[in-house]
C-alpha cells in the first residue's frame, strides 16, 4: 500500500567536505515519491538492473555469520557447522544493507554457515525474489529440482553451490580450540598455519592450496557472469575469500598475512571493463575488522551525524537522493586515490 509519509533529512557535513556537499545540492535530480516501505531504512533507493550500464556488474563477497564453532573458539575449516543466534542476526543485518543491489545469480561454498548466510540475505531483498539452490550432486537431484514455469523462474535467484568455495581444510587443526592450540605450539606457529600464504597447518591447506581451488572456480564461473552484466553475490568463508580477495586486489603474499574478514560484512566490488574496482560497504555505519571500507567514507561516518525530522515527502526524498549521491562521490574520489 503506498502510504504518503512526511520526512526532512538534516544533514550535518563535516567542515572539509562541505564545499563537495554544496556542489552536489546543485545537481538536477529526479524526483519520485516513496511510500512507506522504501523509506524503511534498507529501502530508501532502488537502483535498478534496467539503468545499469551493460559492461558493468557489481560483486558482493561476503563471509558467514557467526558459527557455533566460531563461538567457541574452534578451528572449523571444512566442518560443516550451522550459524549461532548472532550469526543469524548478523546475516539478516547483511541483506539488509545490500537489500537495493539487485542480485542476479548467487555462489555459495557447499557448508551450511554459508548457505544459511545468503538465504537469510535474501529474506531482506527488496525484490522479495526467492533464491533456489541448484542441487547438483546428481542428475537425478538436478532434473527432480527443476522449476516449469518461467513466471516462477523470473521471479527466484539462482543460489549455486560449490565445494570450492568451501572454507580451507584445517586438516588435524579441525575441532581443536584456537586459545590451546596457541598454547601448545606457540602463538607464533599459530599465527603462522592461520595466516601465512604458504605454510599449511598440520595436513591441511595453506592459504595459497586454497587459492588454487577457490580462485580458480571464481575465474572459471563467476567471472563470465560478472562480464555478461549479471550482479553477483558470492557467500563463503575467512580464507576462501581471503584468496579471492587476494587475486582482486592484487595484495602479495605479504600483504594477505594482515587481510582479516569480519563474519558477514558485505563487501562490494563493481567489475568493468574487465577490472574490479573496491567500493565501500554499501550503508550502515562504520565498524571495526570492515576490509572493504575506504578510508574517505570512513571519515563521513564518523564525522557526520544524521537527524530525521517530520517535513515534507519531496524534501525528503531529494534529500535522500543527494545524500546516495554525496556518498557515491566519496567513494568514487576514494577510489581514484
Ligand atoms: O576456523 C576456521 O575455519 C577459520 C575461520 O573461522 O578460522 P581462522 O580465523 O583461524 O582462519
Redesign the pocket.
Known amino acids: 500500500m503506498s502510504t504518503a509519509i512526511s520526512i526532512h533529512h538534516f544533514v550535518i557535513i563535516p567542515q572539509e567536505e562541505r564545499e563537495t556537499y554544496q556542489r552536489l545540492k546543485q545537481l538536477p535530480l529526479r524526483t519520485v515519491s516513496y511510500n512507506t516501505t522504501l523509506l524503511s531504512p534498507s529501502k530508501n533507493t532502488i537502483p535498478d538492473n534496467s539503468q545499469k550500464k551493460s559492461n558493468e556488474a557489481a560483486l558482493i563477497l561476503i563471509r558467514h555469520g557467526e558459527?557455533l564453532?566460531?563461538a567457541k573458539n574452534?578451528?572449523?575449516?571444512?566442518?560443516d557447522v550451522p550459524l549461532t543466534e548472532k550469526g543469524i542476526e548478523e546475516a539478516i543485518e547483511a541483506g539488509k544493507r545490500i537489500s537495493n543491489i539487485p542480485i542476479d545469480v548467487i555462489f555459495t561454498s557447499s557448508l551450511i554457515r554459508a548457505q544459511m548466510t545468503a538465504m537469510l540475505a535474501m529474506i531482506q531483498h527488496c525484490r522479495k525474489k526467492v533464491p533456489i539452490i541448484l542441487h547438483n550432486e546428481s542428475d537425478q537431484a538436478k532434473s527432480w529440482s527443476q522449476v516449469f514455469s518461467e513466471e516462477t523462474k523470473d521471479q527466484s535467484v539462482p543460489v549455486i553451490p560449490a565445494w570450492q568455495l568451501n572454507?580451507?581444510m584445517?586438516g588435524e587443526?579441525?575441532g581443536l580450540n584456537?586459545q590451546e592450540t596457541a598454547e601448545r605450539y606457540g602463538k607464533q606457529q599459530v599465527h603462522e598455519?592461520?595466516?601465512s600464504y604458504d605454510i599449511p597447518p598440520p595436513e591441511g591447506e595453506s592459504l595459497e592450496m586454497c587459492a588454487e581451488r577457490a580462485v580458480a572456480y571464481f575465474v572459471e564461473n563467476i567471472e563470465p557472469k560478472l562480464a555478461a552484466g549479471k550482479n553477483v553475490m558470492v557467500a563463503a568463508?575467512?580464507?576462501s575469500l581471503?584468496s579471492i580477495i587476494m587475486y582482486l586486489d592484487k595484495l602479495t603474499c605479504k600483504e594477505v598475512i594482515s587481510l582479516?574478514l569480519s563474519t558477514s560484512i558485505p563487501l562490494l566490488y563493481i567489475f568493468k571493463d574487465g577490472k574490479f574496482m573496491k567500493r565501500g560497504s554499501p550503508v550502515g555505519p562504520t565498524e571495526a575488522g570492515v576490509y572493504a571500507y575506504t578510508k574517505v567514507r570512513h571519515r563521513f561516518y564518523c564525522s557526520t551525524i544524521f537527524i530525521f525530522f517530520e517535513f515534507s515527502v519531496l524534501d525528503g526524498s531529494l534529500c535522500l537522493q543527494r545524500l546516495a549521491q554525496y556518498r557515491q562521490k566519496l567513494d568514487d574520489e576514494s577510489l581514484k586515490k
Open positions: 558459527s564453532w566460531n574452534l578451528f572449523t575449516g571444512c566442518v572454507e580451507r584445517y587443526l579441525q584456537k598455519w592461520r595466516r568463508h575467512g580464507n581471503r582479516e
